[in-house]
């Protein structure tokens, strides 16, 4: 069912550090041809951090870890499905092309044996329809890999999201933060559980949890300062952009890209541009952890 890369399937072998990345950003996230660029971009900074990128997504009934040139292109044409949890299996079954959410991306990950995983920022909560809870909670729960992302998007509701977490047991770490970032903001009301001052400080921590627990991590690191939405700003356009959704009456897994999109529109580009810094950033942070990681994991079996 899964297809390793070769340079994944060696990294893994020989227990060196790697990074899982989603596709639901490429395919659904980001606009055409932002998506390519980023994509790409991502996986060269977590080489350039010393780890080896595996991003994942379905392809003709198969889970690929590692892509190639044309599995990108793929993903970035249309008809591309949204898979969480709850329809991987089925877009395996009929053999579709399917962008893994970060639910379906820690699955897979934790599958093949790869402990940490990057994005911009994991579902959650959505305002209003408390109901509409995204996979990628209770995955986060269940699945020992640790995230890397900038907190959850700000077009959730971000204290129903931080609480969820805390109820599930899923530790929130702060890199240079205090507090739980809102993606396209750097603050928020909502506190981290610890903070730390790096990504190697956060490997001590992620380290001792996935010996005691059998669930996820949050790293959480903000956006770059300099291209931060600051939070008044991105609440009128967060206002505008909901009013034309409910208008056009978009639900459940809809919702997202066409937030994000319409989010990109009103604020003429600043989010797209937020959004694409993060995720940079993100991709390099989570390879220092990783790297850092199985440098932990050398000093332990070594003694
Ligand atoms: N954040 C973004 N862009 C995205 C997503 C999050 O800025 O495309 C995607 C991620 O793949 C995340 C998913 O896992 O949206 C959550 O969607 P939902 O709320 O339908 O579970
Ligand atoms: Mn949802």
Same mark, same amino acid.
């Given at each position: 069912?899964?297809v390793?890369?070769?340079?994944?399937? #060696?990294?893994?072998?020989?227990?060196?550090p790697v990074?899982a990345?989603?596709? $639901?950003?490429? +395919?659904h996230?980001?606009p @055409?041809?932002?998506?390519?660029?980023? +994509?790409?971009?991502? #996986?060269a900074?977590?080489r &350039? +951090?010393g780890?080896v990128?595996? $991003?994942?997504?379905?392809?003709?009934g198969?889970?690929h =870890?590692?892509?190639?040139?044309e599995?990108f292109?793929?993903?970035?044409a249309?008809?591309?499905e949204?898979?969480?949890?709850?329809n991987? @299996?089925?877009v395996?079954?009929r053999?579709? =092309?399917?962008?893994?959410?970060?639910a379906?991306?820690?699955?897979c990950?934790?599958?093949?044996?790869?402990? =940490?995983? $990057?994005?911009?920022?994991?579902?959650?909560?959505h305002?209003?329809e408390?109901?509409?809870?995204?996979?990628?909670?209770? &995955?986060?729960a269940?699945?020992?890999?640790?995230?890397?992302c900038?907190?959850a998007?700000?077009?959730?509701?971000?204290?129903?999201?931080r609480?969820?977490?805390e $109820?599930w047991?899923i530790?929130?770490v702060?890199v240079?933060t205090d507090v739980?970032?809102?993606?396209?903001?750097?603050l928020?009301e909502l506190?981290v559980?610890v903070r730390?001052?790096?990504?190697?400080?956060?490997?001590?921590?992620?380290?001792?949890? *996935?010996?005691? *627990?059998e @669930?996820g991590?949050?790293?959480? =690191?903000?956006?770059?300062?300099e291209?931060?939405v600051p939070?008044?700003a991105?609440n *009128?356009?967060?206002?505008?952009a909901?009013a034309?959704?409910a208008?056009?009456?978009i639900r459940? +897994?809809?919702?997202?890209?066409?937030l994000?999109d319409a989010l990109?529109?009103?604020?003429?580009?600043?989010?797209l541009?937020?959004n694409e810094a993060?995720? *940079?950033?993100? &991709?390099t942070?989570?390879?220092?952890?990783?790297?850092?990681?199985?440098?932990l994991?050398?000093?332990?079996s070594a003694?």
């Amino acid at each position: 069912m899964f297809v390793i890369a070769d340079e994944v399937r #060696e990294a893994l072998a020989n227990e060196r550090p790697v990074v899982a990345l989603e596709s $639901t950003v490429i +395919a659904h996230g980001l606009p @055409s041809p932002t998506n390519l660029t980023i +994509a790409h971009e991502m #996986e060269a900074n977590v080489r &350039a +951090a010393g780890a080896v990128p595996a $991003t994942i997504a379905l392809f003709d009934g198969t889970i690929h =870890v590692g892509l190639s040139d044309e599995q990108f292109e793929r993903l970035a044409a249309p008809g591309v499905e949204k898979v969480n949890l709850s329809n991987l @299996s089925l877009v395996l079954a009929r053999q579709g =092309v399917g962008a893994t959410t970060v639910a379906a991306t820690i699955w897979c990950a934790a599958k093949v044996g790869i402990d =940490v995983m $990057t994005t911009g920022g994991i579902g959650g909560v959505h305002h209003g329809e408390a109901w509409d809870v995204s996979s990628d909670l209770p &995955a986060l729960a269940q699945t020992p890999v640790a995230v890397v992302c900038s907190g959850a998007k700000s077009i959730l509701d971000l204290r129903r999201t931080r609480e969820w977490l805390e $109820t599930w047991g899923i530790p929130v770490v702060g890199v240079e933060t205090d507090v739980f970032p809102a993606f396209f903001s750097r603050l928020t009301e909502l506190p981290v559980d610890v903070r730390v001052e790096t990504p190697e400080e956060a490997a001590h921590i992620v380290g001792v949890h *996935r010996t005691v *627990r059998e @669930s996820g991590i949050l790293v959480t =690191v903000p956006v770059p300062a300099e291209h931060e939405v600051p939070v008044a700003a991105f609440n *009128r356009f967060l206002a505008a952009a909901n009013a034309e959704l409910a208008a056009h009456n978009i639900r459940g +897994a809809d919702v997202t890209p066409a937030l994000l999109d319409a989010l990109a529109r009103i604020s003429e580009g600043a989010t797209l541009r937020a959004n694409e810094a993060l995720l *940079r950033n993100n &991709a390099t942070m989570a390879a220092r952890l990783a790297v850092a990681l199985s440098q932990l994991d050398e000093e332990l079996s070594a003694r």
